[in-house]
């Protein structure tokens, strides 16, 4: 079945500090891909997507290539901060299969420091 | 427009009762998701309902959980004989057309917390 694989955490960055988080999946479909972010006590954020292979998802400074070859969707972000500081979701979603759901990865918690 | 409204936020249950959680999806949209999200875990899928109809629940318990989406009315998730391993948080999310390509998103609530003691 489909499945994704994100770093373990917790991540800890300065301020200003390069943020990657990697992100791979299995599917054998078509699928798109997806990062979602988790503040505190709240409920899941769409942050950013790609639907198809080579594209890039943008959105807050954050980054995410779709990368058929590797089958992964790392998320980058050139300069963070102390409000990035949250829970982030990669997930796919595979509507060639027929499936009507996202499945996520187990996420991956990013602390940023002052 | 209220996003996707889940109720309650907190809920303190003993072991063997029962669990309601509510979820009234964003306006216009009438497809709903259930997903859970257990301590330090990720989301897992539960259900995915239309109107009156539920399309897969390829994740749910096979017993004392149910899901409903009526005509009128918010959604339901109901778990029956709450055990200590229900406690989780529950995550509701609609769209608003079934499709969950890159056109498609899912806007999800801010979650339900259910402890069970």
């Known amino acids: 079945g489909d499945s994704v694989t994100q770093m373990e955490g917790p991540v800890t960055l300065s301020e200003e500090a390069f943020l990657t988080i990697n992100c791979t999946y299995t599917a054998t479909g078509y699928p798109s891909l997806f990062w979602y972010v988790q503040y505190p006590g709240e409920g899941l954020q769409l942050l950013l997507k790609a639907t198809k292979a080579d594209d890039k998802g943008s959105n807050k400074g954050f980054e995410a290539t779709y990368r058929k070859e590797t089958t992964s969707f790392h998320l980058e972000k050139g300069s963070v901060q102390v409000s990035d500081s949250a829970v982030y979701f990669c997930a796919l979603s595979d509507r060639t299969r027929g499936r009507r759901a996202l499945t996520f990865g187990s996420g991956t918690r990013l602390q940023v420091q002052p | 427009n209220a996003g996707v409204m889940q109720n309650p936020r907190h809920l303190v249950r003993r072991r063997g009762q029962e669990a309601r959680l509510r979820c009234s999806p964003m306006k216009g949209h009438s497809h709903v998701y259930w997903y859970r999200q257990l301590p330090e875990e990720g989301l897992k899928f539960m259900v995915y309902l239309q109107k009156e109809n539920i399309i897969d629940e390829s994740g749910m318990p096979k017993e004392r959980f149910s899901a409903e989406f009526p005509k009128e009315g918010p959604s339901i998730l109901r778990i029956q004989q709450v055990v200590r391993g229900d406690s989780a948080a529950y995550f509701c999310?609609?769209?608003?057309?079934?499709?969950?390509?890159?056109?498609?998103?899912?806007?999800f609530g801010a979650g339900s917390r259910l402890t069970v003691l």
């Open positions: 999310a609609s769209s608003l057309s079934g499709d969950s390509s890159g056109a498609n998103v899912l806007t």
